[in-house]
């Protein structure tokens, strides 16, 4: 047998090279694999820990009914005593832990400031005759006449309620401003902020829980690997005395909402922009780009709470920033016109700027993701994507160091930017385009598959993140937030205002309320679902409203004088008046809707005669002699008196039968009843401002008419408190439902602008609003409209009288206290 043998060139060098991309593709292959079980196992800790979580708040739930039921003689209040208002956030059984020393630090901070306020206000003087009180603010005398009902002042002190408040729903989005701010947790909830709240959302529940730790507003999100924690930053501020409130990082757990670190207190200037937890060591470590001129980049060991490294980025904005995927020590930031990949080794940072080349460089590199095979993905504003890979092979002279990252591919991508990529769990990829609102799918190799528009009205997209299945979730610039697949379009989560929020009204028999702003909107929300009814766009910024007591129409006042009558159930419009050329601050119709009160800042108060339930104005008188301009007012029951505060803090009475006149012996009016009370000046509400807060910083109240107490001692009454950097406003709903509009101008960054509404379970008889304000700028308090034509009358001196005052050092900060006695806690 004769055996022949021919040689071919190179044969063994393909086997080799077949073998070897044989086992390269195996153990691609091995990686997804253990990728995929890691996502599964950190999905079933996420499942495991919301089910503890439930099962804690059930066996809460069945112990306090087993208190309830086992107690005798009296029907007491509800508790509402819960995680969301400690904080933090965290349990009120929940020992406190190393972790939380910062959180308490912040928490001691806030009473001394407290307390510090109140030592600095002078105390009020009593008269020697015990018939009137005389307080002081801003150095200014201010004379409240005691009723003649109460014989002793002192006996009119009480003990505080032991009742606290629960957040139970926030209204808005934050979107605006930010971008990836939006991600879906394996609980079901989705995660965003808005204001300092940082919202858990469930939306096939329809819940809502809140982490309430931060003292300013939140400006960025991270979600640890475990898919449990979370890292939230914030901007500064200042505090009611005008004191630094330090940006700082949160780190804290979405299933106790408890606070587990506070880092880089002292260590940011102006706030944090970005930041991003590592994923090659498990989340070990968290890297914080903050808002100073350098943009100082710094590494931190959380859990440690120690900084490891930092060094300056650069001059220009920084956008994101991420750790790779597989490679522990690189980082990649990018901003405008620039892309840095840096190498972190121990303490120091190392900078290498991406070349762009033959490429046209951007004028932003507005996102970045990260591809199976460890490249790099980057979208810019051009609208084009552009893929980043190491170089292995040694480059020509002048060309860049050996490993350094170089474009290997560019992709046109959209019209417009490329605001954000989303990596999907199977592999492929979600782009969300600025100009032509189209989110595109891609494929493994970044060939496009599906897209689909997001319609005009929502805005542009600023955050898309993986939702269950097939859904997704998008982020827009109008502060919506959708939930949407490619076959059956968008549905709507969560929507708010765009621009600065100043008016709030609820309707006088139904679970409604309507806002106005400064993007001209109008909205009328159902506050039982949580729902959007209807909305209608202005010819000019809405500053103040109030409902009709028949419910038939809503009076909405503007910044240049006119006021709009709106018809409730189909929006359309009634009618159009003028009332002075300068802003109005506070719309209130009388108690059987005959007349119409409209404060303005010309410091006049014009009245109104009303036809047809609230159809038909003839303007009847006008109210002179404020020497600022008008905060609030109040109807006595029968239409005769009118009391009103100003910004110099004045308290007026009018006789309106007699021509508007205005009652210059005030001790003639320390008897008259009043249909509403939402004057932050005057005997019955003083309390709050001595023991609280400096009375400058009143800037709304309401108090609840005595049929709707006996509801609020049954605990059957929610308060709806909504927050925003516009004025301040509240309002009473039918069945004990308060809504309160606060403007926080202590904010560094005034370009917030979106809606900030929150609600809180209302467990006492007197509410509040009190925040601080580094302006004279107030707006209408909504009055207690109520079903019943002649509510019943206020009897003076009661003793179980108590007011919640309300402070922006967090979101609100709640204390209750006796608003006659001025007892405080």
């Given amino acids: 047998m004769v055996l022949c043998w021919a040689s071919f060139p190179g044969s063994e060098d393909s086997i080799s090279a077949a073998s070897a991309s044989d086992v390269q593709d195996r153990l691609s292959s091995l990686e997804l694999r253990v990728q995929q079980q890691e996502d599964e196992i950190t999905v079933m800790k996420a499942a495991l820990a919301d089910v503890l979580r439930r099962l804690a708040l059930s066996e809460d739930t069945a112990a306090t009914g087993k ?87 002192e006996d009119v002190r009480t003990e505080l309620p032991p009742e606290r408040l629960k957040l139970e729903w926030a209204y808005g989005y934050r979107g605006k401003d930010c971008r990836a701010n939006v991600y879906l947790l394996p609980t079901g909830e989705s995660v965003y902020f808005i204001a300092s709240v940082v919202v858990l959302f469930n939306y096939e529940e329809r819940t809502q829980r809140h982490y309430l730790g931060h003292t300013d507003s939140v400006k960025c999100l991270a979600v640890h690997p475990d898919k449990i924690r979370i890292a939230t930053g914030q901007i500064a501020g200042v505090d009611k005395d005008g004191r630094p409130l330090q940006p700082h990082v949160r780190v804290w757990d979405s299933v106790s909402l408890s606070t587990l670190q506070v880092i880089g207190l002292g260590t940011f200037e102006r706030g944090v922009g970005s930041l991003a937890f590592s994923k090659a060591d498990s989340g070990t470590h968290l890297a914080v780009i903050d808002d100073c001129n350098d943009h100082m980049l710094t590494v931190w060991d959380w859990q440690k709470k120690s900084k490891i490294a930092e060094i300056k980025s650069t001059n220009e904005v920084v956008l994101v920033v991420e750790f790779h995927p597989t490679d522990a020590n690189t980082i990649v930031t990018c901003g405008k016109s620039h892309i840095f990949f840096w190498t972190w080794a121990g303490t120091s940072l190392a900078r290498k700027q991406g070349i762009f ?52 591919r560019q992709i046109k991508a959209h019209d417009g930017s490329v605001f954000t990529l989303c990596q999907m769990r199977n592999g ?45 979730l998008v982020g827009t610039s109008r502060n919506f937030i959708l939930r949407g697949t490619f076959n059956d379009g968008f549905q709507v989560e969560v929507q708010g205002h765009t621009d600065e929020l100043w008016g709030l009204a609820s309707h006088p028999f139904k679970d409604l309320f309507l806002t106005c702003a400064q993007d001209r909107q109008v909205c009328l929300w159902n506050s039982v679902d949580h729902s959007l009814e209807w909305t ?72 109104h005669t009303v036809l047809e339930k609230g159809r038909k104005y003839t303007r009847c008188g006008k109210c002179i002699g404020h020497s600022s301009y008008i905060t609030h007012l109040d109807w006595s029951p029968d239409n005769k008196f009118i009391m009103s505060n100003s910004g110099d803090y004045e308290i007026l009475y009018w006789d309106i039968p007699n021509g508007c006149k205005y009652i210059r012996n005030r001790s003639e009016c320390k008897d008259i009843d009043w249909a509403t009370y939402t004057c932050v000046l005057g005997y019955h509400v ?12 009143v800037h709304a109240c309401i108090i609840p008419h005595p049929c709707e107490r006996e509801k609020v001692r049954q605990g059957e009454c929610t308060v709806h408190v909504s927050v925003d950097e516009g004025p301040y406003s509240v309002g009473l709903l039918p069945g004990g439902t308060l809504f309160t509009w606060l403007r926080v101008l202590e904010h560094v960054d005034r370009t917030l602008n979106q809606i900030k509404l929150v609600v809180y379970t209302y467990l006492a008889d007197v509410i509040a609003g009190v925040v601080k304000c580094l302006c004279s700028s107030n707006s209408a308090v909504i009055p207690n409209n109520t079903e019943h034509a002649n509510p019943p009358k206020y009897k003076k001196g009661n003793k179980k009288l108590t007011d919640i005052t309300m402070s922006n050092v967090k979101v609100l900060n709640i204390n209750v206290y006796d608003g006659v006695s001025r007892t405080s806690g």
Wanted: hydrophobic share 30%.
């Fill in 686 to 697: 003083f309390g709050h401002d001595h023991y609280s807060f400096p009375c400058a910083y």
């Fill in 536 to 607: 209608r766009l202005l010819d000019e910024h809405g500053h103040c409203a109030d409902f009709h007591p028949s419910g038939a129409v809503v009076a909405i006042g503007t910044h240049s004088g006119k006021w709009y009558a709106l018809d409730a159930e189909t929006r359309d419009l009634v009618a159009i008046h003028t009332d002075g050329n300068e802003q109005l601050s506070v719309m209130r119709f009388s108690v059987d809707g005959t007349l119409l009160a409209v404060g303005s800042h010309d410091n006049f108060i014009y009245l």
């Fill in 67 to 153: 208190k309830q039921t086992s107690t005798k003689g009296h029907n007491p209040l509800r508790e509402a005593y819960s995680m969301s208002c400690i904080p933090n956030g965290s349990s009120s059984s929940r020992k406190p832990s190393h972790r939380d020393r910062d959180s308490s630090t912040v928490s001691v901070t806030r009473k001394d400031t407290f307390s510090s306020a109140a030592k600095r206000h002078k105390d009020p003087v009593i008269s020697q005759e015990g018939d009137y009180i005389k307080m002081f603010m801003r150095g200014r005398p201010i004379t409240m006449f005691i009723p003649a009902d109460v014989e002793n002042y």
């Fill in 428 to 472: 492929t990829l979600l782009t969300g385009g600025g100009k032509d609102h189209k989110i595109i799918l891609w494929d493994h190799d970044l060939n496009p598959e599906r897209d689909i528009e997001v319609p005009d009205q929502y805005g542009t997209i600023r955050a898309v993140a993986e939702g269950k299945g097939e859904q997704f």
């Fill in 357 to 408: 080349g033959k490429y046209e460089k951007p004028k932003f590199v507005q996102c970045l993701a990260f591809l199976n095979n460890g490249d790099i993905l980057t979208g810019d504003s051009g609208g084009i994507m552009l893929i980043w890979s190491r170089s292995t092979v040694e480059p020509a002279p002048g060309k860049g160091p050996k490993g350094a990252y170089q474009i290997s």
